[in-house]
């Protein structure tokens, strides 16, 4: 593992100044009175309680501790996840942490590993290695970095194996394997062993274990790991009621527990006996052990109870922005030409345009192989369209049937609409687990990630309403006309654009239950002022102003202009008397003869604008609330 990290570190970096962790350039996490405290007022409730700790460099920290009793906060607040409600410090060798430069030499691999599902292990890493180490690096370097990192995790034999035929263990070993492309200095880990057997959670302990012995400071929090387990871990941080009851080596928890007059039973899980301790099993004994290690500040050694404190690090000592072309938090060097920045400064491996000329590649990969859902939507605009031509057969030059013509082409824009949204929402809002690991992760920008996922989608946004229409069109005998066809498959194609924005609005502001609710409810204001059920002029004054709103008055207006404006001919008529017999009455009906075609485009393009704008500030919204 040693010659594996050095190498990759090696290759990826290019500098002889970035070589493996060398003696002055290893990251030792500290952090002095943390408290975290959620609510306001009576509802306030203290999460962490003025903890302090060290985590060194080289060795396998674990946090343990009871449910609820703060560990993962604690976790998301050194990982840089959680920055309000916080008080204290964290330091990395001494400085004040800086957030610009710790996000880049950090990361986090979560409890569940969300993996994009359909793709290959080594198309994964590829994208991985493109975004983290970007385009200054050489495609020989990427290929041999991802090479190692395989290697070394053992999922060699697994690259053309999708994600979704891997192992549980597997897959916790690509979500390592992904977050070590770029060598961090710092690797965070809430629950590792979540969800494997006893066989895998050793396995990836030991990786763990061998991952921090190669430089790196590896911090994993974990709830109750067996003895065997424990002993893989250079380190144990005990977390009882959001303070520390413990701090030192495995080894010398039992002998802690002793001086407190806490004996652990013969042959008994040492752990689980500290959880019973630190669950209040033994009595009101806490105060006393929080004390014994003054709530983190000191580490316990069995034969030096005296350990001395943590030191006090001057405030005024820390790293700035203006600090970070000089001092970086190892030691090195970092070239600045070619990288991203989102607003917050936060520098990415790789520029804008290539974040999303990758991102794109991907998306559309996990699209395309998405056989089931491709296929479904594909075989139900088919079928829809051919059940609507057969019962609607025919009608669409006849002057008796135009009412019902109309209601057929409103019923394919609402079926558009809503065969568009409601997918987006359920596929979405899990793959929204993935866009939040990785962007906290710092592998691209959501501004790009959002780009990608819309220039993605518009094919078949296209595809998809032309295979619709083509049959329906015609099996009505709609006017053969290919500019009257070409007007109205702009519309159908805007209304499934719209209906992909607003399910890619609620799938990114909501959960499923949530959004399944009320995405096809949010709809219905703008249906009843579409023009089909009520006209224009009947709306009353004080809702009129909705109808700019609507998008599905756009789309009404557009395709009914589409079929029966632009002079069309008298159509055919079986009475004596048809009244609709020429299409500028049937305008006249429903107050279109003043309407445009063109601004109905535009307003169907604007609502699609709109749409995308809320469903990126939604999603930046619930990034943001996630810290």
């Not at 494997?196 to 959670?201: P, W």
Request: aromatic share 12%; with cysteine.
């Amino acid at each position: 593992m040693d010659s594996a990290g050095m190498t990759i570190n090696d290759r990826s970096r290019g500098t002889t100044s970035s070589r493996k962790y060398q003696e002055g350039s290893s990251f030792d996490l500290t952090f002095h009175d943390l408290s975290y405290i959620v609510g306001k007022g009576e509802n306030a409730k203290h999460i962490l309680r003025q903890m302090s700790g060290t985590f060194k460099s080289g060795k396998l920290t674990a946090i343990m501790g009871p449910s609820g009793a703060g560990k993962t906060s604690l976790m998301n607040i050194l990982a840089g996840l959680k920055k309000s409600g916080i008080e204290g410090r964290v330091d990395i060798n001494g400085a004040e942490r800086n957030f610009k430069t710790f996000r880049k030499q950090s990361a986090y691999v979560t409890q569940q590993d969300h993996l994009l599902r359909n793709l290959t292990v080594d198309e994964y890493m590829t994208a991985a290695a493109h975004l983290k180490l970007g385009n200054t690096a050489s495609e020989k370097d990427k290929k041999l970095t991802i090479e190692l990192v395989l290697k070394t995790l053992g999922l060699t034999n697994t690259q053309q194996t999708r994600v979704k035929r891997l192992s549980g263990g597997e897959c916790k070993r690509l979500s390592i394997a992904l977050e070590l492309i770029d060598n961090p200095a710092i690797l965070f880990l809430d629950e590792p062993t979540s969800g494997l057997d006893s066989s895998s959670s050793l396995q990836c302990v030991m990786l763990l274990r061998d991952i921090a012995r190669s430089g790196r400071t590896v911090v994993a929090t974990i709830h109750q790991p067996s003895s065997r387990l424990l002993e893989h871990f250079d380190h144990l941080y005990v977390v009882a009621d959001g303070s520390c009851m413990y701090q030192g080596s495995v080894k010398s928890l039992v002998p802690y527990l002793n001086t407190m007059n806490l004996n652990c039973p013969s042959h008994h899980n040492p752990t689980d006996f500290a959880i019973d301790v630190a669950s209040g099993e033994y009595g009101n004994v806490l105060p006393g052990l929080i004390a014994g290690v003054e709530n983190g500040k000191r580490i316990y050694q069995e034969n030096s109870p005296s350990t001395p404190a943590l030191p006090s690090i001057s405030h005024d000592f820390r790293l700035d922005e203006g600090d970070e072309n000089d001092t970086m938090l190892d030691g090195r060097s970092k070239k600045k030409e070619n990288k991203g920045k989102n607003k917050d400064g936060l520098t990415y491996g790789a520029p804008f345009h290539y974040q999303v000329s990758i991102l794109l590649g991907r998306t559309w990969r996990t699209i395309w192989r998405e056989n089931i859902l491709t296929t479904m939507r594909f075989a139900l605009h088919v079928c829809i369209s051919i059940l609507l031509g057969l019962v609607y057969w025919q009608i669409g030059d006849d002057a008796n049937e135009i009412f019902n013509n109309s209601g057929m082409i409103f019923f394919s824009l609402i079926f558009i609409l809503y065969v568009a949204m409601m997918p987006t929402f359920l596929t979405f809002t899990l793959e929204r687990e993935v866009l939040v690991r990785e962007h906290l992760n710092q592998w691209y920008s959501l501004k790009a990630y959002y780009l990608a996922k819309t220039l993605a989608d518009i094919p078949f946004q296209i595809v998809f309403p032309t295979v619709y229409l083509i049959p329906v069109y015609f099996m009505s005998n709609q006017p053969l006309c290919i500019e009257r066809f070409s007007m109205l498959l702009a519309i159908i194609i805007a209304m499934s654009m719209v209906g992909q924005g607003i399910g890619l609005f609620f799938g990114a502001a909501f959960d499923i239950p949530v959004a399944s609710y009320f995405a096809p409810i949010s709809c219905i204001p703008f249906l009843l002022v579409s023009g089909f059920m009520l006209k224009f002029n009947a709306i009353p004054s004080y809702l009129s102003w909705i109808t700019y709103l609507s998008f599905l008055h756009y789309g009404f207006e557009g395709s009914m202009l589409a079929i029966y404006d632009r002079e069309r001919p008298p159509l055919s008529c079986s009475q004596s008397y048809c009244h609709f017999r020429y299409p500028v009455k049937f305008l006249e009906q429903f107050d279109l003869t003043q309407s445009s075609y063109f601004l109905a485009i535009v307003g169907m393009l604007m609502c699609f604008i709109v749409v995308r704008v809320a469903g990126y500030f939604a999603l930046l919204f619930k990034l943001r609330h996630i810290r």
